[in-house]
């Protein structure tokens, strides 16, 4: 049985958080957008890049989601501070004080985690820090994004942009709900190695997180 817990007004459009079962999900403008039910994926993303640098890692994650890639985060001893840019307030307050907040440990209460209402694009331009990892999960991928502004994070100006915010040595690592031939090109002509990694799901094709270390 699924509940609706509640219904806003987001800035992507409405906002649906609802209960199935014992997990919960997330609809944002009628797209299916993340639920609590595995979240091997999310937390793959920020595991796979921080692996891939050396010392203490400073992480920003684009898209709080429901917390499965802060929390992997945090619990590295390898990871320093970690910045969550996520622009639909609502989803950070599930998070702080609402039911997603037991999902991940009450991740945003830790003192390393800076949480930031904002859009990410609009953030990194005008923010001048910079991050040995960057983790970019605000849509089902490159191929199917929440709303039409956020294919500019994957074209062209976008990916440099995300780039030009990584410290050398440092690691762009992206979560896709599927592949993208054209998008692990546009990497591969930026940086000096691009991995991409298959995630199995129980259901359709598998999650895609791709790896671009600058």
């Not at 609809?27 to 039910?37: E, P, Q, S, V």
């Not at 990871?79 to 991940?104: F, K, M, Y």
């Not at 896709?176 to 991995?195: H, I, K, N, Y």
Request: charged share 25%; aromatic share 6%; net charge negative.
């Amino acid at each position: 049985m699924t509940e609706v817990l509640e219904r806003i007004d987001g800035v992507c459009g409405e906002l649906v958080l609802r209960r199935s079962g014992a997990d919960f999900e997330v609809i944002a403008n009628g797209m299916f957008l993340m639920d609590t039910r595995n979240g091997e994926s999310e937390r793959l993303l920020v595991t796979a890049a921080a692996d891939a640098v050396a010392g203490t890692a400073a992480v920003l994650i684009g898209g709080l989601g429901v917390g499965y890639s802060l929390r992997a985060a945090l619990d590295r001893p390898d990871v320093g501070d970690v910045v969550v840019v996520e622009r639909e307030p609502a989803i950070i307050e599930w998070s702080r004080t609402g039911p997603l907040t037991r999902v991940h440990g009450d991740a945003l209460a830790d003192p390393r985690a800076r949480v930031v209402c904002a859009d990410v694009r609009g953030w990194l331009q005008r923010t001048d820090e910079r991050f040995d990892v960057l983790c970019l999960d605000v849509d089902n991928g490159p191929r199917w994004t929440l709303t039409d502004d956020n294919q500019k994070l994957y074209r062209a100006d976008g990916l440099d942009l995300l780039l030009s915010r990584l410290r050398p040595g440092g690691v762009l690592a992206v979560w896709g709900a599927e592949a993208d031939e054209a998008f692990t090109g546009a990497l591969e002509a930026r940086v000096r190695t691009v991995t991409v990694l298959d995630v199995p799901v129980a259901r359709g094709g598998p999650d895609v997180i791709w790896l671009a270390q600058v």
